[in-house]
C-alpha cells in the first residue's frame, strides 16, 4: 500500500522564496504604527526632516546626500528619468526589473553574462573590456539576486573609474547588503563623495521585513541630479505612518545586529548542512539566500518545488531568469527548525 501523500495543511508553510528576514516586522515598527496610528488623518511632512535625518544617520552620509522614494523601482524610474539612457548595460542572471523600467524609457538594454564556470563571480576587468563608448548606463545589485555573490569593495571602485572615465552613470543597487559579514567595508557608500555618476540605491523591504512600507533610499552626491530631483518628485510621497516607522526602525540596533547574527548562523549551518551532498552543487553564499545547481539528470527545479511545497516549503525555481535553467533551485535562510526542515527535504530527492 502506497503511503498517503504529505498534505501543505500538515505544516505551517513557509517562503523561502521571498529573502526576508527570518526575524520578521521589528517591534519598532509595530509600536510606531500602533503608537501612531491617528497621524493617518494628515498630510505628511513635505521636508521629512525625521525621516532623512535617520537614514543619514544610518548610512553615515550628509542629508544633502539622501534621495527617497516609493519603493525600489520608484528609485528606478526617477533614475532613468534622470539619465535618459539611449543604451544600458545589465548583468545576468540578476533583476529582470531593471530591464523592465528601462524598456519604459525606450531604452536599448545589453546584457554582460556571469558565468556559471566561474561560480557567477563577478570579473569585473572583463565586465569593463566590455563597456563600450555608446553606454550611458550600468546598473548591477550587490550582492546579486539570485546568484549571492557580493562585490569586492576594491573591484566596485576599479568599475567607478572605469565607467567615469567613459562618461557611463553607475547605479548600484544593495538591496541585500545588510546581510553580508561586515557589509560597512564593501558598500560603495564609501565612494559617494568621490564619483557623480554613482549612485547607491537600498531598499528596507528585505533586510527588515517590511515589503509593504514601501519604502527605498539612495545615495548620491551629484549637485546637478539633485536640482532636478527637488523639481520633479512629489513632495509628500511617502506615506505618515511609513515615516515615523523607518524613522525608529533605523534606530532599533537590537533588531539589527540580532539579524546580522542569525544570517551570519544559519548562512553558514545551511551551507555546512548541504555542502556532503554529491547531486548539488551550492554557489556558496554572501546574502541571506543561496543559489543551487541540480546535478541528477533526471530531477528538475519543478520536482523539488513540489516535493517541498508537500510540506509547506515554498522554494524559488530559477527556470525564468535569464542565464539559469530548470536545474537551478534558490532559497532563503529562515529560523533553525524551519531551516532544518527545508534541508532535509530537498536532500530527501536531489
Known amino acids: 500500500m502506497n503511503a498517503t501523500p504529505l498534505r501543505i495543511e500538515q505544516y505551517a508553510t513557509v517562503l523561502f522564496n521571498a529573502n526576508l528576514n527570518p526575524r520578521g516586522i521589528p517591534d519598532s515598527v ?13 498630510y505628511p511632512d513635505i521636508y521629512y526632516a525625521k525621516l532623512k535625518k535617520a537614514v543619514a544617520e544610518y ?39 531593471y530591464a523592465r523600467v528601462l524598456g519604459d524609457y525606450d531604452s536599448e538594454v545589453v546584457f554582460y553574462e556571469l558565468k556559471d564556470e566561474n561560480e557567477f563571480v563577478l570579473d569585473v576587468n572583463d565586465l569593463i573590456a566590455n563597456l563600450t563608448d555608446d553606454l550611458d548606463m550600468l ?43 561586515n557589509y560597512k567595508t564593501i558598500t560603495a557608500i564609501q565612494l559617494i563623495n ?39 518628485v512629489t513632495k509628500n510621497n511617502i506615506a505618515s505612518l511609513t515615516a515615523i516607522a523607518i524613522t525608529n526602525m533605523f534606530k532599533d540596533t537590537e533588531y539589527i545586529n540580532e539579524s546580522i547574527s542569525t544570517i551570519h548562523t544559519e548562512r553558514s549551518l545551511v551551507y555546512l548542512a548541504m555542502s556532503t551532498s554529491r ?72
Open 139 to 181: 546598473i548591477l545589485s550587490n550582492p546579486n539576486n539570485p546568484t549571492s555573490k557580493k562585490i569586492s569593495f576594491e573591484d566596485i571602485k576599479t568599475l567607478a573609474e572605469a565607467c567615469k572615465d567613459r562618461n557611463i552613470f553607475l547605479l548600484i543597487d544593495e538591496m541585500y547588503i545588510e546581510f553580508v559579514d
Open 279 to 350: 547531486t548539488i552543487h551550492l554557489y556558496k553564499p554572501d546574502a541571506n539566500f543561496m543559489l543551487v545547481k541540480l546535478l541528477k539528470d533526471d530531477v528538475t527545479s519543478a520536482d523539488v518545488a513540489a516535493h517541498c511545497s508537500q510540506r509547506g516549503i515554498i522554494i524559488r525555481k530559477c527556470d525564468d531568469i535569464k542565464g539559469l535553467s530548470n536545474k537551478y533551485i534558490r532559497f532563503c535562510f529562515m529560523n533553525p527548525k524551519q531551516n532544518d526542515l527545508m534541508v532535509n527535504t530537498i536532500l530527501e530527492i536531489v
Open 30 to 42: 509595530k509600536n510606531s504604527i500602533k503608537d501612531n496610528i491617528d497621524t493617518i488623518s494628515k
Open 194 to 232: 568621490d564619483y557623480t555618476n554613482l549612485a547607491v540605491m537600498r531598499s528596507v523591504s528585505k533586510f527588515f521585513a517590511v515589503p509593504g512600507l514601501r519604502f527605498a533610499y539612495a545615495v548620491m552626491n551629484n549637485p546637478d541630479f539633485k536640482q532636478v530631483i527637488e523639481r520633479i
Open 59 to 97: 548610512v553615515d552620509e550628509p542629508l544633502d546626500n539622501i534621495v527617497m522614494g516609493n519603493g525600489s523601482t520608484d528609485l528606478l524610474k526617477l533614475f532613468a528619468t534622470l539619465i535618459t539612457p539611449k543604451k544600458a548595460l545589465i548583468i545576468y542572471p540578476g533583476p529582470m526589473e
